[in-house]
């Protein structure tokens, strides 16, 4: 079926590396994909969106790619702090039976000080 | 301000008993839904709503029911054919049915004693 995923569960990086989190989609049709952060206990949070006519997309600090030809995104974090500790999921859109958001499983970031 | 917000944060209910959670949005958002989160894991949809008077069933709706009488208003039963309802649950909103991010709540923590 038609799936959002994830390569790692867990990352742990250094305190001001630069952090990678992968997310492989399998819905070809899917136009619209977004990151977001949920700490611990709470409803996640929107990080950054990248519609499919984009390879890239940068904000505060943080990075979205957009492969399409091999279904393929990532989310960069510059200089890593403390505070960015937190699950991160990848979505994408869908109309498929209706429009909704699918998640991936999501990546753990640690961040060592 | 403008947001969404669930009540209870936390909910212990009996086996056999049926409870409801609250989720409303002042964000004037046509779109709502509603994911259950289990320990480690990623964000499941239960039910979503695209209009008023009108919802779906999302992948795993045996056992829920909602109702969508009012924009702000989409709540979330609970019943007692839920097997296994312990979870943390979130409610989400979206403007309309373009491609833009869903805003969350802050979560109910649902515990079965």
Request: with cysteine.
């Amino acid at each position: 079926g038609e799936s959002v995923g994830l390569h790692l569960p867990t990352l742990s990086v250094q305190e001001g590396d630069n952090s990678i989190i992968n997310c492989a989609y399998s819905n070809s049709a899917s136009d619209y994909f977004i990151w977001y952060k949920q700490e611990s206990g709470k409803g996640p949070q929107f990080i950054i969106d990248i519609r499919s006519n984009m390879d890239k997309r940068q904000g505060q600090r943080v990075t979205v790619l957009l492969n399409k030809t091999v279904k393929h995104l990532s989310l960069q974090i510059a200089a890593t702090q403390p505070g960015d500790s937190a699950v991160y999921f990848c979505a994408e859109n869908t109309i498929t039976g209706g429009f909704k958001t699918i998640f991936g499983a999501g990546t753990r970031l640690f961040v060592k000080a | 301000d403008g947001g969404i917000t669930q009540s209870p944060k936390y909910l212990f209910r009996k086996e056999g008993q049926n409870v409801t959670l609250s989720c409303e949005q002042n964000l004037n958002h046509d779109a709502m839904y509603w994911y259950r989160q289990d320990p480690g894991q990623g964000l499941r949809l239960i039910y979503y709503s695209q209009i008023v008077n009108d919802f779906q069933k999302g992948d795993i709706a045996e056992g829920y029911s909602v109702s969508r009488e009012k924009k702000e208003s989409f709540p979330l039963t609970v019943t007692s054919a839920q097997k296994n309802p312990t979870a943390f649950y979130l409610c989400a909103s979206r403007k309309g049915q373009g491609n833009t991010e869903a805003f969350f709540g802050q979560g109910t923590r649902l515990t079965v004693v």
